[in-house]
């Protein structure tokens, strides 16, 4: 199968930046769409941005102009990097892909990684 592996969390001031990474690694043929999400205490998963293998992105409006996405299909690695972060930020920050064909499987899966914090003081 697969997994997802997040780095680049951690504790920064408001209006400061950092960098998400998550790889993909395994027996994978191809993945569709990879994105990160997160999730505040208390509050739900909610989506923050995807990227598909052609690059078309989208973005949950809270962080548009301030977070890009990008991604290196050759290395199944996705990038997340925030700028101008704000307190509201902090959350826990999952990795997600999906529609992902791994070798002996028909059909597409989908994975989470495990999820990297990111903490932002005011």
């Known amino acids: 199968h697969a997994q997802l592996v997040e780095s680049g969390g951690g504790l920064v001031q408001a209006g400061g930046s950092l960098r998400l990474s998550c790889v993909a690694s395994g027996s994978i043929l191809s993945i569709n769409v990879m994105g990160w999400y997160r999730q505040a205490p208390g509050k739900q998963r909610e989506l923050v941005a995807t990227i598909t293998d052609g690059g078309s992105t989208n973005y949950a409006d809270s962080v548009k102009g301030r977070f890009t996405i990008s991604r290196d299909n050759a290395k199944n690695t996705v990038y997340l990097q925030m700028n101008s972060l704000k307190f509201e930020d902090t959350a826990v920050y999952y990795c997600?892909?999906?529609?992902?064909?791994?070798?002996?499987?028909?059909?597409?899966?989908?994975?989470w990684g495990q999820g990297t914090q990111v903490t932002v003081s005011s």
């Open positions: 997600h892909a999906g529609g992902v064909r791994v070798t002996g499987i028909v059909g597409v899966l989908y994975y």
